[in-house]
T-cell receptor, first 109, second 114 residues
């Protein structure tokens, strides 16, 4: 069965303090790795899709990278509005999107 | 705003009752997915429909059922409700339902079973 493990569970950052979130996965035939951002009580907001090892994508202060076993979400010079839970999900050959438990990020001014 | 709409936003009901949650996908998307998110379980895939037909099933209970209508909106029916069914229920949609498709999520329905 596909598995996704995210670490750390929670991260507290000062504004401007860059950091990285980890997503380790095991999947049969990776079809895509997805990053979402979720605010409390809201639906997950799509950030990135990565399809193959070595791929990188960037959006504002966020950069996602992918290897054969894990993905990193780098947050550069975060601002308080980057506070959210970041979810990683993988989709394997049989199609089900398997989510990790998420990393809760709090950025303080 | 993802373009996926869900109604109602909140639902409070009693144990043993039946409720229906509604989802309208993004314009042009043919596939709809339902997820349950509870505090201790995270986001769990329930079921997927593509152009009116069931395509994949996840951890969906027998008390739960869903369908997708010709206009592509979908409904999730939850019956014989239990306290443990209290959760956020999300609908997502994607263009074609392919394994590499990105899913876009709606705002969710918060179900409280008393």
């Amino acid at each position: 069965e596909d598995q996704v493990t995210q670490s750390p569970e929670a991260l507290r950052l000062q504004e401007g303090e860059s950091s990285s979130l980890n997503c380790s996965y095991t999947v049969s035939g990776l079809r895509g790795l997805f990053w979402y951002r979720q605010d409390p009580g809201k639906g997950p907001e799509f950030l990135f899709t990565l399809y193959s090892a070595g791929e990188e994508k960037e959006k504002e202060r966020l950069k996602a990278t992918l290897t054969k076993k894990e993905s990193f979400l780098h947050i550069t010079a975060p601002k308080p509005e980057d506070s959210a839970t970041y979810l990683c999900a993988v989709r394997g050959s049989w199609g089900k999107l398997q989510f990790g438990a998420g990393t809760q990020v709090v950025v303080t001014p | 705003d993802s373009g996926v709409t869900q109604t109602p936003k909140h639902l409070i009901t009693a144990t043993g009752q039946r409720v229906t949650l509604r989802c309208s996908p993004r314009s042009g998307d043919l596939s709809v997915y339902w997820y349950q998110q509870s505090l201790d379980q995270g986001l769990q895939f329930l079921i997927q429909y593509y152009n009116g037909e069931e395509r994949a099933k996840g951890n969906i209970l027998e008390r739960f059922s869903a369908q997708q209508f010709p206009d592509l909106h979908s409904e999730l029916n939850l019956s014989s409700l239990e306290l443990g069914d209290s959760a956020l229920y999300f609908c997502a949609s994607s263009p074609a339902g392919g394994v590499a498709d990105t899913q876009y999520f709606g705002p969710g329905t918060r179900l409280t079973v008393l």
